[in-house]
């Protein structure tokens, strides 16, 4: 079956950028995600990329895909404080639609 | 519209009894998707509507899980004899069938359970 895979845990320096990185098995997968959940609240679309992509950049957000690895990241260039919180990875495959989540990432940012 | 909005916030129950959660998705979405995230993980898919008709249920949702979205706008969940094992967010989300591949979905906040 289809799963996603992240690293549990992620600490950085303010300013810095932040690097973080999911594998996927689902070779179907047509578009991948990253969201942000905040403590309490729901999960905010970030950024996504369709699978005949190998990169994709929004303001500070750069995702990189590895199709044939089926490798994910997402990096933030000069992470703040406010970007503390799990990012999810998740992709969909030819299905109807419905997200395969990893299980987070936590990122702290420290000052 | 503000988005997806999911009644009530938070609920506790005592082991054995029923409980039912609304979801109001974005009013032009026709998609509805119900999750359940446990601490610690990421979601998991549990069923999706397509107007009201019920497209997809996970083996997750077992028989005490019931879903219905009899007029195409709302939603509910409701859990039938609750088990300390169902305490968790129930997450709802919305999105358009075609564009909500490209764009995902809209999240609501939640509704946490707590079985006591």
């Known amino acids: 079956g289809e799963d996603v895979e992240q690293s549990l845990f992620l600490s950085v320096r303010e300013g810095d950028s932040s690097v973080i990185n999911c594998t996927y098995t689902d070779s179907s997968s047509t578009y991948l995600y990253w969201y942000k959940q905040e403590p309490g609240a729901g999960l905010q679309l970030l950024t996504y990329?369709?699978?005949?992509?190998d990169m994709k950049q929004d303001q500070r957000l750069t995702v990189l895909l590895n199709k044939k690895d089926k490798h994910l990241s997402l990096r933030i260039a000069d992470t703040q404080t406010g970007d503390s919180a799990i990012y999810f990875c998740a992709e969909t495959g030819d299905s109807w639609g419905k997200l395969q989540f990893g299980s987070g990432t936590q990122v702290v940012v420290t000052p | 519209d503000t988005g997806v909005s999911q009644d009530p916030r938070h609920k506790i129950t005592k082991r054995g009894q029923n409980v039912t959660f609304r979801c109001d998705p974005i009013s032009e979405h026709n998609r509805l998707y119900w999750y359940r995230q446990t601490l610690g993980q990421g979601p998991e898919f549990l069923t999706y509507f397509q107007n009201e008709a019920q497209l997809e249920k996970s083996r997750l949702l077992s028989d005490r899980f019931s879903a219905e979205r009899p007029k195409g706008s709302f939603s509910t969940l409701e859990i039938q004899r609750t088990e300390q094992g169902d305490s968790a967010m129930y997450l709802c989300?919305?999105?358009?069938?075609?564009?909500?591949?490209?764009?995902?979905?809209?999240f609501g906040s939640g509704t946490r359970l707590t079985v006591v």
């Open positions: 989300a919305s999105s358009l069938p075609r564009a909500g591949r490209k764009y995902g979905y809209t």
């Open positions: 990329i369709f699978s005949n992509m």
